[in-house]
């Protein structure tokens, strides 16, 4: 099957939370609305498929929690996508 390789290869530091992850109140600190608690946000990533090979950033889109939109493909067409590795770790 297609697959759709994802790498979060970029990050920086969550300016709302300073990389705590939440909003460092010293009692039941509430998650960060911004980074959901990572601490991280992303920045850059590449996005290999299996067909094309590494995908020109006009094929995809992905946002600072690294949720990644695949644009231009068909939508009947079933591939699998692989995240390379934890990007919290
Ligand atoms: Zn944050």
């Not at 297609?2 to 509430?30: K, L, M, Q, V």
């Not at 920045?43 to 094309?52: K, L, N, P, Q």
């Not at 950033?57 to 699998?80: K, Q």
């Amino acid at each position: 099957m297609r697959t759709i390789t994802i790498r979060y290869t970029s990050f920086r530091e969550c300016p709302n939370c300073e990389g705590r992850g939440d909003d460092g109140a010293p009692w039941r600190p509430a998650e960060c609305r911004r980074c959901k608690g990572r601490g991280r946000l992303v920045t850059d990533i590449e996005v290999e498929d299996s067909v094309d090979g590494l995908l020109p950033r006009s094929r995809y889109d992905f946002n600072a929690l690294g949720e990644v939109y695949l644009l231009d493909f068909d939508e009947d067409e079933e591939f699998e996508v692989v995240r390379a590795r934890d990007p919290w770790g």
